[in-house]
């Protein structure tokens, strides 16, 4: 049976990952500290599914204290998910966990990884390196990160390319476009506005509510995770968007009509930080890996709308 390591098992990627490879036949080492980022419980019901299954281990450790010389072998596949999330969380006096978690737990991966000589090392990047920007985005453009939070991301990135130019590390780091679905994160717009909605509440929008982004289903951000550790390519990056570009203002009349009620909304100031836009050119992706997103948004909407009706009861 195939072995896999997955960091970040127990959060919104990571689990929905984890779940995937254990359907599709693997043993899954899962790492998770269960940061206080958000709800712990929204995670133990991400890891529930989980631990019914044989081929899964857990591991509740900082991936600084867990002995990866020891974990590693010449064919592991590591999922590098785990990070300190979050665009605006990021600023002032939590830099420090943002450094420790996203920059320093990936040179220690690296580093271990050099030194086991593992088979695959996929590194979970995101939209934010590459901060404002107009048009379609292909990964040529240069990365000018607008948060610290994506700095972070640039930084992790960057040593992957470092460990793999350097020392040969199989390296592939996947630059996400705002995912969404089943157990996405309670501070994310999607999960934030259907929560509101069901509630009777007012949604926050921050700014005009113009901007845009290229939502893509958790779904196929495990695929891509799937297709990246199988492909021969080792030291690149790929943009992976879902092809559901839209502004703010009409997902909430999506939602609107999917949930038969009139939103409430609660206009706030822009936050710094936030581009106004992302639109991500997948061509790359599509070529080198085969990757191509299946889930269209209203359905993805659907079933993220089931899975918080049955997390909050209502």
């Not at 590459?130 to 990964?139: A, I, K, Q």
């Not at 240069?142 to 350097?166: D, F, M, R």
């Not at 020392?167 to 717009?189: E, H, I, K």
């Not at 790359?284 to 918080?308: D, H, R, S, V």
Request: aromatic share 12%.
């Amino acid at each position: 049976m195939k072995k896999v390591i997955v960091t970040g098992c127990a959060g919104f990627i990571g689990s929905a990952l984890s779940d995937r490879l254990l359907r599709d036949g693997y043993h899954v080492t899962g790492i998770d500290c269960f940061t206080d980022n958000y709800d712990p419980k929204m995670k133990l019901k991400n890891l529930e599914p989980l631990f019914e299954r044989e081929q899964f281990e857990f591991i509740g450790k900082r991936i600084s204290e867990v002995d990866w010389e020891s974990l590693f072998t010449p064919d592991t596949i590591l999922f590098h998910q785990a990070a300190m999330p979050g665009v605006r969380a990021s600023w002032g006096q939590r830099f420090d966990r943002y450094l420790n978690e996203n920059i320093l737990a990936t040179q220690r991966l690296l580093e271990a990884a050099k030194q086991r000589s593992i088979a695959k090392f996929v590194y979970a990047s995101s939209s934010s390196v590459y901060g404002v920007t107009t048009g379609r985005t292909s990964e040529q453009l240069l990365p000018q990160p607008h948060s610290p939070y994506g700095v972070t991301k640039l930084s992790g990135e960057q040593l992957c390319g470092l460990y793999a130019a350097n020392y040969g590390v199989p390296t592939v780091a996947l630059r996400y476009f705002t995912v969404y679905g089943p157990g996405q994160r309670p501070d994310m717009a999607f999960h934030r506005f259907i929560r509101a909605m069901l509630r009777d509440e007012a949604i926050p929008v921050f700014g005009d509510g113009s901007q845009s982004r290229d939502f893509t289903y958790v779904d196929d951000i495990v695929e891509a995770n799937l297709l990246a550790a199988k492909s021969v390519c080792h030291g690149e990056v790929f943009n992976i968007g879902g092809k559901s570009r839209i502004a703010i203002n009409d997902v909430i009349s999506l939602l609107e009509r999917l949930l038969g009620v009139k939103a409430k909304i609660e206009w706030l100031p822009a936050q710094a930080g936030d581009p106004p836009h992302t639109w991500a050119d997948i061509t790359k992706a599509e070529q080198m890996l085969g990757y191509n997103p299946q889930i269209p948004l209203e359905f993805g909407l659907q079933q993220q709308i089931c899975y918080l009706r049955d997390f909050y009861n209502v």
